[in-house]
């Protein structure tokens, strides 16, 4: 066994041998951040080694290029190293320093949001349960705390960078697990086996961080600092949630449309219903709402409008006169063409991510599954009704309404579907 592997072995016993060894973790997809440098780097080889000794079933490798600098070298040196570890490499491109002008904020701090968008995209389309794994360790720690207290920071300068993390996206950072001289050991044993790539931009001086790690931190390691007793002194605990967080179900099925209460709505304040919409926005994996579209809502509502409605960036508002308030992603099934397809003596289609299946008693040529029009009329309780009348009466919001499937048998609506099926 080499030096790197006793290393790895040792930070294996520090995680914890049966969180390790345990389905759960093997089976849950993994997306590595990594640049090339050697901390990701070692990250990489380190999950490598997990996924040799453990069977991990599925790792990927993710670089972000931000259009700093030329970095076809970079990701040759990246290409090389997933090569080696027999990693797939997603690869994605965005012009940060642009993207920082128009914000009005640091190139380090646009970078980070950039990465973590596109990071969560990529986790959203995996359709399995992931976690992101980057390259932070114990030293990255110490930097953060002394650039939040120069900017004044108080005592929650110190809750940075946990080992386990769910907000905002699932994190693990497996280099915390090394100590100072594992930490130091394994980068140089690393730096003989493979390429490493360097960053020029983290000699610079012009930036705080670097300043820091270049000046402040190799003192207060001379005066006795330990980076890795330093940051697990701080930490609080937070191993279980993760370990628990991975015991739930492996898929995570994304809500297409929710509900909120109007009750609900109407006894909260202003600031409340911003909070309780972004929590269900957040649910559905969508972006929170702005002052200006929360204000036009709200607006509309109090005018007990036919229906309320407000478009996002990515999914709709409405609102039925004094019914409840309706969240609708954008990517929903309900904005798709229907596709229908029979089976066991039932029509059957997909409707909200749910096979829904209707039972058909004669020939299947004698039905049609279709979405509703507004002439269409069903019996309710005896009579006659219009469908969309019924429809309004259950308070669902008129640009669903065209939205429904039905069921048409010898040119008679004879069901339809409704969302308590979702």
């Known amino acids: 066994m080499n030096e790197l592997s006793v290393i790895f072995e040792s930070v294996s016993n520090k995680i914890g041998i049966p969180n390790l060894n345990s389905s759960e973790f093997k089976q849950t997809s993994v997306l590595l951040s990594l640049s090339g440098g050697k901390d990701s780097t070692l990250a990489l080889a380190f999950y490598a080694y997990l996924k040799t000794k453990f069977g991990i079933q599925s790792i990927q490798a993710f670089y972000m290029d931000h259009c700093i600098r030329d970095t076809r ?21 965005s012009n940060v320093p642009k993207l920082s002008k128009r914000l009005g904020k640091s ?3 646009t970078g980070r949001i950039v990465r973590y968008q596109k990071l969560n995209k990529i986790l959203k389309l995996s359709g399995t349960k992931c976690y992101v794994v980057t390259g932070h360790h114990s030293e990255d720690y110490v930097e953060s705390v002394l650039l939040h207290l120069t900017r004044g920071g108080g005592p929650k300068s110190f809750h940075t960078l946990p080992p386990f993390a769910l907000k905002p996206l699932p994190r693990f950072l497996p280099l915390v697990f090394f100590s100072d001289s594992e930490l130091q050991s394994a980068r140089s044993h690393l730096k003989q086996e493979l390429p490493i790539s360097v960053d020029e931009t983290n000699d610079s001086e012009q930036f705080k961080r670097n300043r820091i790690r270049k000046k402040i931190l190799p003192e207060l390691c001379l005066e006795g600092l330990s980076p890795y007793t330093f940051y697990w002194n701080s930490q609080k605990e937070t191993e279980r949630v993760f370990w628990d967080w991975l015991k739930e179900a492996k898929t995570l099925a994304i809500p297409e449309l929710t509900i909120i209460s109007r009750k609900t709505w109407d006894a909260a304040t202003r600031f409340q219903r911003k909070q309780i919409l972004d929590l269900h926005l957040e649910i559905m994996q969508l972006k929170p709402i702005n002052r200006g579209n929360l204000l036009e809502f709200e607006r509309q509502i109090e005018t007990l409008a036919e229906t309320s409605d407000r478009e996002l960036s990515d999914c709709f508002l409405y609102c039925q006169q004094t019914g409840d308030i309706w969240i609708v992603s954008k990517t929903s099934s309900i ?61 669902i919001p008129s640009p669903l309404r065209s939205r429904l499937p039905v069921l048409i048998y010898k040119e008679q609506v004879i069901q339809h579907a409704t969302f308590n099926e979702t």
Not at 354 to 375: A, C, G, H, M, P
């Open 73 to 93: 070298e970079e990701i040759a040196i990246l290409l090389q190293q997933t090569e080696k570890f027999q990693v797939p490499l997603i690869i994605r491109k």
């Open 335 to 395: 904005w798709k063409p229907l596709e229908t397809f029979e089976k066991d003596n039932s029509v059957c289609f997909l409707w909200f991510n749910q096979l829904i299946k209707w039972k058909i008693t004669t020939d299947s040529s004698d039905y049609l599954v279709r979405l509703s029009e507004k002439n269409d009329s069903i019996l309710v309780n005896g009579k006659k009704v219009q469908l969309f009348e019924h429809y309004r009466m259950k308070k």
């Open 107 to 109: 190139l380090e701090e």
